[in-house]
């Protein structure tokens, strides 16, 4: 069973930075994406950026890029979310997902499409506040 452990949530101010962290284990499946999502109150899932194991190949929404940027760490199995110069309407709860699959193709289409179709397996979220 795949499990996701996101941690790194918090108060920030606006302008500030903070790192998410998201440990995956339990792959069953040579080839995985984990992406980072995020829900307002009051708003519907927002998807920011995913990644893939086997080559790092990354999809990340327009509307954070250039502020937000995912990463991993193959040998931790843990995938990191960099978010800096955080807005107030960044406020949110932030998952982690992922989807696992026998090739790399699957994996980096899952990847692309995982912004409009979301992932298989969810963690429970961490909350970031952006406020002064």
């Known amino acids: 069973q795949v499990q996701l452990v996101e941690s790194g949530g918090g108060l920030v101010q606006p302008g500030g930075s903070l790192r998410l962290s998201c440990a995956a284990s339990?792959?069953?499946?040579?080839?995985?994406?984990i992406g980072w999502f995020r829900q307002a109150p009051g708003k519907g899932r927002e998807g920011l950026s995913c990644i893939t194991s086997s080559d790092g190949k990354t999809s990340t929404a327009e509307s954070v890029k250039g502020r937000f940027s995912i990463s991993r760490d193959n040998a931790n199995n843990t995938v990191y979310l960099q978010m800096n110069s955080l807005k107030p309407e960044d406020t949110a709860t932030y998952y982690c997902?992922?989807?696992?699959?026998?090739?790399?193709?699957?994996?980096?289409?899952?990847?692309?499409?995982?912004?409009?179709?979301?992932?298989?397996?969810w963690g429970k979220g961490t909350v970031v506040t952006v406020s002064s």
């Open positions: 339990g792959f069953t499946r040579e080839y995985y994406t």
């Open positions: 997902a992922a989807a696992q699959a026998r090739t790399a193709a699957t994996v980096q289409a899952r990847c692309v499409m995982s912004r409009d179709l979301g992932l298989d397996y």
